[in-house]
Nanobody, 117 residues
Framework: QVQLVESGGGLVQAGGSLRLSCAVS????????MGWYRQPPGKQRELVAT???????NYADSVKGRCTITRDSTKNAVHLQMNSLKPEDTAVYYC???????????WGQGTQVTVSS
């Protein structure tokens, strides 16, 4: 059974940094994309950043220049370095993995990030 375990969330002051990590447990292959999404209080879940198996990255405009997504293919892990955090970055952050053969999507349980002003 595949499980995604996120870590690294917490409370930080505006301007600070956090590094989120997502580790995949269980056997999984043919991952084509790994990413981070977030759900601010009272809002819908939204894209933060994704990275493909080829290393191509995509960022939400709101985090460009402040966040960097990386992956460790050997460990099936994905990380999100967040700098210059703002109060509007406060949200539950979710890790997501897309695979093929067979096609499937997996979500983590979420990790809370709170940025105080």
């Amino acid at each position: 059974q595949v499980q995604l375990v996120e870590s690294g969330g917490g409370l930080v002051q505006a301007g600070g940094s956090l590094r989120l990590s997502c580790a995949v447990s269980g056997r999984i292959s043919s991952i084509i994309r790994m990413g981070w999404y977030r759900q601010p209080p009272g809002k819908q879940r939204e894209l933060v950043a994704t990275i493909t198996s080829a290393g191509s990255t995509n960022y939400a405009d709101s985090v460009k220049g402040r966040c960097t997504i990386t992956r460790d293919s050997t460990k099936n892990a994905v990380h999100l370095q967040m700098n210059s955090l703002k109060p509007e970055d406060t949200a539950v952050y979710y890790c997501k993995i897309d695979r093929i053969f067979p096609t499937a999507t997996y979500w983590g349980q979420g990790t809370q990030v709170t940025v105080s002003s």
